[in-house]
């Protein structure tokens, strides 16, 4: 349903949602047609911002209806390792964005997903006060943010 961008019709959230109910009369839903695992993380930028509205609408709620038990979101845009190595000086070596999907990834893997990211989080937020630096910046780490139904 959302607009072509050049050749590109891009899967929104209302997609999601809706399926084709709004298409034709005999529409399937869309938790019948893409439905959710029940673990899902939205490593983008702001894909959890729907949030912050009384009556969110997005993919993080869209994931949610689909079928999904715990969703994991970005509450903000995030910087790429690429702008840490550009605009910070640190050294391609150093990877802050990929070391934040492995720790998502990890936490899915986990039994209690929620507790494994906040144990992460914690451990980033001691590196920050000890260390410093801004490969342990709270811009990256604490924008990730659990979704427990």
Known sequence: MTETVRTHRPLSAKDLLLGT???????EPGERIWPAPP?????GCESGGDLRFAESFG???AMIHNGAEVVTATRWTL????????LAG???SVRPLTEAVI???TAHESADPVA???DWQRERLDRWRTEGGIAYSPLLWA???????
Request: proline share 5%; glycine share 2%; with cysteine.
């Open 21 to 27: 109910l709004s298409l034709r009369a005999d529409g």
């Open 39 to 43: 673990r899902v993380a939205l490593i």
């Open 59 to 61: 993919l993080a709620t």
């Open 79 to 86: 910087p790429t390792s690429f702008a840490f190595h550009r």
């Open 90 to 92: 640190l050294p391609e």
């Open 103 to 105: 720790a998502v990834h």
């Open 116 to 118: 494994r990211l906040a």
């Open 143 to 149: 924008a990730m943010t659990c979704i427990d139904v």
